[in-house]
């Protein structure tokens, strides 16, 4: 039989409502401490901007956890099928767009930042949730992270099973992303990403697995969990971020293009090339190894750095970091090193700090720093 989709939001609802124990209003009070009654600890006012994604999708049929179409639920439906929402913030739903995060370019993104930040600025909003694919979540997180200038908490959130699946894992992870919305322990740790119970730091955060709910990951751990509405932390991002950032989305209107060329053995300079001749600002190498860079392709680099076009080393390795100097001399060819941002968080990050500065110590100044 199939599942229509009013059906499986029930299903959502009644998978949904907290244990009254999470819900029952804040911890008792330590000695010392004036109680707060629950009536008298205002719920925190969280903002929804849904963006598409696998968490608004929908498939034919409740068994169809990986085959559907992403971004289909509107935000009101996704919030209102899940009723335990109510009970830990004031929400209300924005639709900033409808789609599937692959399908994201730097339009979307610079939109996105500019409503959020708005969105930050209003003293009738504690925290921002975005509701998000999980194909591009990482690029969205870690720009947000550069470029809006707040210490409220910003929640991305997303899904690996669409809201029509059995066992759907949106509906937990918007509840938990609204929980940390809310929570004053939240402030100031840059963007963060819901998902699975855990807090990731939208910087370190990157999808490692393309078929599990477990699929995002961070070498350096997550920054803590949520368990039945209550945040635990374990530790805080050090790299800059928010209002420690010295950039502001209310400042940029357009990013440079930035290419990424995925490193392998026997590769063609066209790769570069035509990377270059496409417009691209500055390439970002996702080498082997330490960011290796084949010696028949070194040549075709350095052209590409004398042309004006910055050159930064990341690797394809996915975790550890790209050392300055060792695999290759940069100080003599004026490259840069991505230090331990992926591929794809280099390119955002490249793109930011272009709009600002096309110094090649200046960039590895802010490579080292964000
Ligand atoms: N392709 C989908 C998206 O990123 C995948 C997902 O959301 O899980 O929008």
Do not use: C
Request: aromatic share 6%; glycine share 8%; net charge neutral.
């Amino acid at each position: 039989m199939r599942a229509t989709l009013p059906i499986a939001l029930m299903a959502l609802m009644a998978g949904t409502i907290l244990p009254a124990t999470a819900l029952e209003g804040p911890a008792p009070a330590r000695p010392g401490e004036a109680a707060t009654t629950p009536a008298a600890a205002a719920k925190p006012r969280v903002v929804i901007v849904a963006t598409g994604g696998t968490i608004a999708g929908a498939g034919a049929d409740a068994a169809n956890s990986a085959t559907y179409q992403a971004a289909k639920v509107p935000v009101d439906k996704l919030i209102a099928a899940v009723p335990a929402i109510a009970q830990v913030a004031e929400v209300r739903g924005e639709q900033a767009f409808q789609i599937a995060s692959e399908s994201f370019t730097n339009a979307q993104l610079i939109q996105l930042a500019k409503q959020v930040s708005a969105l930050v600025k209003r003293d009738d909003v504690d925290g921002v949730v975005i509701t998000h694919g999980t194909d591009t979540v990482e690029e969205t997180a870690y720009f947000l992270d550069l470029v809006v200038k707040t210490d409220k908490p910003i929640v991305m959130v997303a899904s690996m099973r669409p809201s029509t699946a059995i066992s759907a894992d949106g509906a937990l992870n918007l509840l938990d992303a609204v929980v940390v919305a809310g929570a004053k322990d939240a402030r100031a740790k840059g963007v963060l990403l819901t998902m699975n119970d855990e807090i990731q730091a939208g910087r370190d955060t990157t999808k490692r697995v393309n078929i599990k709910p477990s699929a995002f990951f961070s070498q350096w751990g997550p920054l803590g969990m949520v368990v039945e509405g209550k945040t635990y932390w374990f530790r805080a991002p050090v790299k800059r971020h928010g209002t420690t950032s010295e950039f502001d989305i209310d400042g940029i209107d357009s990013l440079p293009e930035v290419a990424i060329v995925y490193g392998s053995g026997n590769m063609h300079p066209e790769a570069y090339t035509s990377a270059v001749a496409g417009g691209a600002k500055a390439i970002i190498h996702a080498g082997t190894g330490n960011g290796s860079v084949a010696g028949y392709l070194v040549d075709t680099l350095k052209d590409i750095r004398a042309k004006g076009v910055q050159v930064i080393r990341s690797s394809r390795v996915g975790d550890g970091f790209v050392l300055r100097n060792a695999e290759q001399p940069d100080d003599k060819y004026d490259w840069v090193v991505a230090h331990d941002l992926n591929p794809q968080k280099a390119k955002i990050l490249a793109a930011v700090a272009l709009t600002k500065t096309q110094d090649t110590k200046d960039l590895q100044r802010i490579f080292w720093e964000y």
